[in-house]
């Protein structure tokens, strides 16, 4: 896949994510088409403009923490858009991710 076409599929699979649920990096590039590269989810989401449409605040690491530092400003806003949906985070600040995972169903085919 072309990096853009890549983006792409990437932002896709973000927007997917319902209000209220998170997906890991690597879920979300199992559901772009690219298993195994979390890493390219990561950079298509650090490459988003200003202002994006894509809820890339929903995505979090495997172990249900927020990558950009916990700690840090970005860290701090990812986490406060995540409880104004709802999200509500253990007290060591990770995530109950069997809680708040997005599990997509499967389609069905006829």
Request: net charge positive; proline share 7%; no cysteine.
């Amino acid at each position: 896949m072309r990096p853009s076409a890549t983006y792409a599929a990437i932002y896709r699979a973000v927007r997917a994510i319902p209000r209220g649920r998170v997906a890991t990096y690597g879920q979300v590039a199992s559901l772009a088409g690219i298993p195994g590269h979390a890493r390219q989810v990561g950079y298509a989401l650090h490459a988003l403009p200003e202002g994006t449409g894509v809820p890339w605040h929903r995505v979090v690491n495997a172990r249900g923490r927020i990558s950009l530092g916990a700690e840090g400003a970005g860290g701090a806003i990812q986490r406060a858009m995540l409880e104004s949906e709802g999200v509500r985070f253990s007290p060591d600040g990770s995530l109950p991710m069997a809680r708040f995972q997005w599990r997509p169903s499967k389609k069905r085919t006829a």
